[in-house]
């Protein structure tokens, strides 16, 4: 099963992007799915994780302002990213994931998309 990111790009402080995950197979209706992030010179970081019932999670640094959701019918799994802020600056990727003391990637990671917050 192969995941391929798509939304991002170049947007001002306090913007919004909408990004989406797509999935060839129907992993995301039978896997929890999350958003993970990766800046320059530091490690990846999960942002948001839902699980297959529907529970959101996010890290504390975009709690308010980004949205993790999913349609199954669509295979697709989407972020919408509200007030953006330049720390948000990463390449984002989404993956399947696994709930222990938090949320762990399960799969293959695919391409991810690069958000740029600048002025």
């Known amino acids: 099963v192969q995941l391929q990111a798509s939304g991002g790009g170049l947007v001002q402080p306090g913007g919004s992007l909408r990004l989406s995950c797509a999935a060839s197979?129907?992993?995301?209706?039978?896997?929890?799915a999350g958003w993970f992030r990766q800046a320059p010179g530091k490690q990846r970081e999960l942002v948001a994780a839902i699980s297959t019932g529907g529970t959101t999670d996010y890290a504390d640094s975009v709690k308010g302002r980004f949205a993790i959701s999913r349609d199954s019918a669509k295979k697709t799994v989407y972020l919408q990213m509200n007030r953006l802020k330049p720390e948000d600056t990463a390449v984002y990727y989404c993956?399947?994931?696994?709930?222990?003391?938090?949320?762990?990637?399960?799969?293959?990671w695919g391409q991810g998309t690069l958000v740029t917050v600048s002025s």
């Open positions: 993956n399947t994931v696994t709930r222990g003391s938090n949320w762990y990637p399960k799969g293959h």
């Open positions: 197979g129907s992993i995301f209706s039978i896997n929890h």
